[in-house]
């Protein structure tokens, strides 16, 4: 089982839509939990960490945790071309400063 | 400006050619790593470090070497390139802390291994 595995692409969503990206751990202890942006040929770029049940708004992106069914998921509202690009779910493994990726899920919006 | 440089960005070898892909940081942070990056596999972890002279193996080390003799430089090589490590890698860092998941990046370097 990988430690990271995330909803297989890609997603296409029309402009204005919700894009909703999927992950789940395997680490039942793990401790925080973030979301990379990687645009084509570029490298990635954190744009939000969680590190507690429940959600967390910052600006037109929602993370969501539940570390009970080790999940974690990304919310982009009213998509807008610019969030085409891959995105990367990593967490933090228990004791351990080690940092796993899944293989991320790649998102087009269409206008 | 805070920044991991990675040098060469692009880089083109042939099968046994000993090669060295250097990564520096101007932020002074403890951990740093390397990971390649390969389509539908995702970022994987080849080696990392905790502080100067403490490194250990990530998910992939085999074929590859790294060494932390300065806080700044973590240079990866490769002793004898096969063509399997046709990649592009990556070198980040960030500060020591377990919550502090930031992690820096270089721009990446892409490697093929004829």
């Known amino acids: 089982q990988k430690e990271v595995e995330q909803n297989s692409g890609p997603l296409s969503v029309p402009e204005g839509a919700i894009a909703s990206l999927n992950c789940t751990y395997s680490?039942?202890?793990?401790?925080?939990f973030f979301w990379y942006r990687q645009y084509s040929g570029k490298s990635p770029e954190l744009i939000m960490s969680?590190?507690?049940?429940g959600d967390k708004e910052d600006g037109r992106f929602t993370a969501q945790l539940n570390k009970a069914s080790q999940y974690v998921s990304l919310l982009i509202r009213d998509s807008q071309p610019s969030d085409s690009a891959t995105y990367l779910c990593a967490v933090n493994m228990r004791y351990d400063y080690k940092l796993s990726f899944g293989a991320g899920t790649t998102v087009t919006v269409r206008a | 400006e805070a920044q991991v440089t990675q040098n060469p960005r692009y880089l083109i070898t042939v099968t046994g050619k000993k090669l060295t892909v250097t990564c520096s940081q101007n932020?002074?942070?403890?951990?740093m790593s390397w990971y390649r990056q390969d389509p539908g596999l995702g970022l994987r972890q080849i080696y990392y470090?905790?502080?100067?002279?403490?490194?250990d193996k990530g998910d992939v080390p085999e074929g590859y070497k790294v060494s932390r003799k300065e806080k700044r430089n973590f240079p990866l090589i490769l002793e004898s390139p096969s063509p399997n490590q046709t990649s592009l890698y990556f070198c980040?860092?960030?500060?020591?802390?377990?919550?502090?998941?930031?992690?820096?990046f270089g721009e990446g370097s892409r490697l093929t291994v004829l």
């Open positions: 680490d039942r202890g793990s401790q925080s």
């Open positions: 980040a860092s960030r500060p020591r802390g377990l919550n502090t998941g930031e992690l820096f």
């Open positions: 470090s905790m502080n100067v002279e403490v490194t």
């Open positions: 969680i590190y507690s049940n």
């Open positions: 932020m002074n942070h403890e951990y």
